[in-house]
Every structure is written in C-alpha cells, then in structure tokens.
C-alpha cells in the first residue's frame, strides 16, 4: 500500500513460518522471537514519538491481525470482523479526555 502512495503507519510483521515454529515447539516461542518483538516495538516507538502503555505521551495504538491459513483457518473462510481493542484503564481515561 506504501508503494501506492497510501500513508500506512509504521508497524511490524511476525511471519507465518513463526506461527508453525510455534506449534511444532509444543506452542512455546521460537528463541529470540520476544526479542525481536520488542525491538520492532521499540522502532514503531522512535517512528512514532509514542510509547507502548505510557498514559502520559498519545496514546501508541496496535492493530494486531492475522490473514493466514496457518496461524487462523477459520478466519479465511468467515466474513471479516472488526479486529478487536483492548486498552489499558489508564488509557482509555487517557482518550476519554482528549
């Protein structure tokens, strides 16, 4: 979308191939994975000028989705639903007054 000239938020991707990594491991994470998670949170940070669950700065809002066969089958073959949102309390009162 990028190369359409779209604005698309900065953001990060956890492949497929980590979901199956994840299942074949007896669903324990791949080592390093958390890791990476947390530099690729720290970069969409630094982008961003936000901060993960911090009340103080604006709020660093996530979509987490998933379109693959592998990590959610049923998803392919239903209609799409909205994604769902979770906020820590102190955020929503965060939102609630701006």
């Known amino acids: ?29 791949p080592a390093g994975l958390l890791d990476e998670v947390k530099e690729g949170l720290r970069r969409v940070e630094d982008l ?19 379109g693959a066969a592998v990590s959610m089958p049923v998803s392919l073959s239903t209609p799409p639903l909205p994604p769902p949102v979770a906020l820590a309390h102190s955020l929503t009162e965060k939102l609630a007054r701006e």
Do not use: H, W
């Open 1 to 29: 979308m990028a190369r359409l000239g779209l604005n698309v938020p900065p953001g990060l991707v956890i492949s497929t191939s980590v979901c199956q990594q994840f299942y074949d491991a007896g669903k324990r994470l």
């Open 48 to 66: 961003t000028g936000s901060k993960f669950g911090d009340a103080e700065r604006p709020p660093l809002l996530l979509s987490v989705r998933s």
